[in-house]
């Protein structure tokens, strides 16, 4: 089975850097994505990690570790439209479903 | 370009009608998925197809039924609706070809049952 963590609320200011992290326990890794979704929206893909590293988009960026079973996201120079749910979600190997397992979400305001 | 189409977009229902959830995709994707958004509780997956006349339980699959006729449509049955299937429903459809690519979600079906 898989089991993900990741905090369930966080407070920036904008124009800041926040990391929202994401710990997992999986029986076999096969990718791990961030989904970005504004209330009442469907969630949006923002990145992906398969191999071990920073993987940086814009403002951007996922960072994966495999030994450790842990990613964590980057937002930087935070906008208010930053404000939404951030998830983390894991593939496991069984590629004939690619079906993915989602964390519950971390919520980010962005204030003023 | 649609993308993922879901309809309806709200629904209330009473316990033990039925009805069911309509998902249509215009990308060819192979895969496709229901899911389930409870608050505090993230996705959850409820059936999945790998294809055209395939269908597979997810996490929590009781209660519903699916069904893929056609490859660019993934329907989801509510038998009897019970209280506890209040929820917000998503569909999601992947390629088969690219492991990089990610799922791609509809806007979603609200559903109320009292």
């Known amino acids: 089975g898989q089991n993900i963590d990741q905090p369930t609320e966080m407070t920036a200011t904008e124009g800041a850097i926040v990391q929202i992290n994401c710990t997992y326990q999986t029986s076999g890794f096969n990718g791990l994505f961030w989904y970005q979704q504004h209330a009442g929206e469907a969630p949006t893909f923002l990145s992906y990690n398969v191999l071990d590293g920073l993987e940086e988009k814009g403002r951007f960026s996922s960072f994966l570790s495999r030994s450790k079973g842990y990613s964590y996201l980057l937002l930087k120079e935070l906008q208010m439209k930053d404000s939404a749910s951030y998830l983390c979600?894991?593939?496991?190997?069984?590629?004939?479903?690619?079906?993915?397992?989602f964390g519950s979400g971390t919520r980010l305001q962005v204030q003023p | 370009n649609a993308g993922v189409t879901q309809t309806p977009k709200f629904r209330v229902l009473k316990t033990g009608q039925s009805m069911t959830l309509l998902c249509a995709q215009d990308?060819?994707?192979?895969?496709m998925y229901w899911y389930r958004q409870d608050p505090g509780m993230g996705l959850r997956l409820i059936h999945y197809?790998?294809?055209?006349?395939?269908?597979a339980k997810g996490e929590v699959p009781d209660g519903y039924n699916v069904s893929r006729l056609k490859k660019q449509n993934f329907l989801l049955g509510l038998e009897s609706a019970a209280p506890s299937q209040t929820s917000v429903y998503f569909c999601?459809?992947?390629?088969?070809?690219?492991?990089?690519?990610?799922?791609?979600f509809g806007d979603g079906t609200r559903l109320s049952i009292l």
């Open positions: 999601a459809s992947s390629s088969q070809e690219q492991t990089r690519q990610p799922q791609h």
């Open positions: 979600a894991v593939r496991d190997w069984d590629t004939g479903r690619r079906a993915l397992t």
């Open positions: 197809s790998v294809g055209e006349g395939t269908t």
């Open positions: 990308m060819n994707h192979e895969y």
